[in-house]
């Protein structure tokens, strides 16, 4: 088995710490696109290119209160409630009462995660991504509704039938700093975590061995979504998780049944052409995306015949797959 490749940084790379790019994005409203954030990350970091590599699905959580003229009443509706429960002697009718007398209203926030990467180096590890929430907040709903007032003090901060109120906006949107990662460290970290190589490892060390390493940047096509934890007995647990950021449609490589040599060749060869680099369908497959463990098996199986189209360092890391099989 092929050793995992010594991590060389880029020796000109700036430092980037969590402060600083909290104070960048305090100091940045949005607009249309992102492209003055991108700017500023950039200029903190001139040595290397800065790129939006994803922005993520829209997501909702609680926001906070305001009154119906829509002034800041807390910015936490969670930390808020909790407190003046106690304030109100730990009596909900209290704070029902006092909550209906000041007319309060729930926000919510809805916003997209944005995936900046910063690659450092050579390897499949070496990018440093950044992750930071793009913020709007907008009114909900009554803080308590007058046909259905709450039982306890989980259905106020959360009930079941809220009372919506016309939306309005409550101030600008804005950016938030979520993390930082140094994939390589995190990597590093992570292992050391583990007794054998953790799978994501394992599609790294993979993906630099194969044609896709000597011809793409790994962060060009994927990206980290990292879990830190504290586990029952307080022990520290990490992991993570390898997210796809392509964007074109790719072809469904799930059913290869009975192909084999040259009409399979096309298949995988149309698929790494439309996803951009070769041995793309290999690294779909250990994902799930599109590709299914029958298409690896099916080239196996022509590796072993008459067949031989694949280059010798990725016919390589499918039989090593072969022998040992790993999904990510």
């Known amino acids: 088995m092929t050793a995992a490749p010594t991590i060389q940084h880029n020796a000109c790379v700036s430092p980037l710490d969590g ?17 003055a954030l991108l700017a500023k990350i950039q200029a903190l970091i001139p040595d290397c290119p800065v790129r939006l590599a994803r922005t993520g699905s829209e997501w909702y959580r609680l926001g906070g209160i305001v009154d119906m003229h829509g002034n800041r009443i807390a910015s936490d509706l969670v930390e808020w409630a909790e407190r003046t429960y106690i304030e109100c002697g730990k009596d909900l009718q209290t704070l029902i009462d006092h909550t209906r007398e000041q007319q309060l ?33 907008v009114s ?68 630099n061995r194969s044609s896709a390493g000597q011809q793409t940047a790994l962060s060009e096509d994927w990206i980290v979504r990292p879990f830190r934890h504290t586990g029952r007995f307080g022990e520290q647990q990490i992991n ?34 439309q996803a951009g680099y070769p041995m793309a369908w290999f690294f779909y497959m250990l994902k799930g995306k599109g590709v299914t463990a029958n298409c690896g098996v099916a080239v196996y199986k022509d590796l072993s015949g008459e067949f031989s189209y694949l280059p010798e360092r990725d016919a390589t890391v499918l039989k090593e797959w072969i022998a040992s099989p790993y999904s990510v």
Request: hydrophobic content about 35%; charged content about 25%; aromatic content about 8%.
């Open 140 to 207: 909900d709903r009554l803080l308590v509704s007058p046909s259905q007032p709450p039982d306890d003090l989980e259905e106020f901060i959360d009930p079941l039938s809220p009372e919506y109120v016309d939306a309005f906006a409550i101030g600008s949107a804005r950016y938030a700093y979520r993390r930082k990662t140094d994939v390589a460290v995190f990597m590093a970290e992570l292992n050391s975590h583990h007794p054998e190589r953790h799978p994501v490892q394992r599609f790294m060390d993979d993906w």
């Open 105 to 137: 209203i729930a926000t919510r926030q809805t916003g997209n995660t944005l995936y900046f990467v910063i690659q450092i180096g050579c390897h499949a590890e070496d990018f440093i991504q950044v992750d930071i929430d793009k913020i709007r907040e």
């Open 19 to 35: 402060p600083q790019l909290a104070k960048l994005c305090k100091t940045t409203l949005p607009a249309a696109g992102d492209e």
């Open 240 to 273: 993570v998780e390898l997210i796809n950021t392509q964007a074109k449609n790719l072809p469904q490589l799930d059913d290869v049944q009975g192909k084999k040599g040259l009409p399979l060749h096309n298949l995988l060869t149309r698929f790494d052409r």
